[in-house]
């Protein structure tokens, strides 16, 4: 089976920075696509980040320029680093990879940024 590991979350000033990973059970060649998510309360989910294998990202209007995705396909990682944090960032986020049409989800993370 192919799981999802996520770590890094925590509580963070406003203007902090934090950077969550996803840890892969399989080399992430098996994923045709690759991105993070995040939920608030009240709101959706919501695709903030995405990543190619072969480096091309796409960011969610509300974080671009303050969030990067990145891989480490040596040690099936997945990586979001966060810069800039804001108040309206905080959420659970999820790393999320496509298996060959099936969507695997890491367990989410939760994010805080307050004083």
């Known amino acids: 089976q192919v799981y999802l590991v996520q770590s890094g979350g925590g509580l963070v000033p406003p203007g902090g920075s934090l950077t969550l990973s996803c840890l892969a059970s399989?080399?992430?060649?098996?994923?045709?696509?690759m991105g993070w998510y995040r939920q608030a309360p009240g709101n959706g989910r919501e695709m903030i980040a995405t990543?190619?294998?072969?480096?091309?990202?796409d960011y969610a209007d509300s974080v671009k320029g303050r969030f990067t995705i990145s891989t480490d396909n040596a040690k099936n990682v997945m990586y979001l680093f966060m810069n800039s944090l804001k108040p309206e960032d905080t959420a659970v986020y999820y790393c999320n990879m496509i298996d060959f049409g099936r969507n695997r989800w890491g367990q989410g993370t939760q994010v805080t940024v307050a004083s």
């Open positions: 399989r080399s992430l060649d098996r994923f045709t696509s």
């Open positions: 990543i190619t294998l072969g480096g091309s990202t």
